[in-house]
């Protein structure tokens, strides 16, 4: 794709860029996970992400935060996957809360600079922001187009998350220095092996490039 061709396709207008779960009780200080929060720094993908939204806002493309939220008493909440059950099980043995809205396990990462104009979309249950929330139709009334695509993980959510924006025919790019997965070695591979035939991969600095040049 030539930086013209590239250019349009994240044309502001016409662009959002998606973090998935970056929460710090998921990606963060509080992470539930400790080796998903601790890839997530140590590969600068929180970095980059906060990076690219500042970009973002600064070219007047949007901000999504898909997060996930559950309410104090788990009603709505079902562990009917082995990772959300994993996940429980760590949880409740630590004598942790959930990501409970409200609370601080819930909230974004610092590194991303919540902005007024930012949209938060959380979810209640599954795995996958798209999956009983408003988010596309909130994208379709932005006249979004193309999401760029940052956050964790590269195992699941952030798969799941390119495959359900690529269902609804959003063309999706995808940071990846701005997204994690453990192993790393096995993030990569899930990168360069599947998402790579799904999405636009790209860096963060390729796409605030673009976005500097439209203005």
Known sequence: MTPAAFAELVAPAHTAVLTMELQRGISGDLAHLPELG???RESGAITAAGRLCEHARQAGVRVV????EQRPDGAGYAANARLLAMWNKIRTEAGRRGIEAGSPEAELLPELAQ???DIVVPRS???TPFMLTGLDQI?????VRTVVVVGVSANIGV???VIEAVNRGYDVVLARDAVAGVPADYADSVID???SLLARVVTTAEVAG???SAR
């Open 210 to 212: 673009a976005w500097r």
């Open 38 to 40: 601790k890839a997530a």
């Open 159 to 161: 798969t799941g998350l």
């Open 65 to 68: 935060h898909c997060t996930m």
């Open 125 to 127: 249950s599954g795995l």
């Open 193 to 195: 092996l599947s998402l």
């Open 139 to 143: 994208l379709r009334n932005l006249a």
């Open 115 to 117: 902005a007024e104009q």
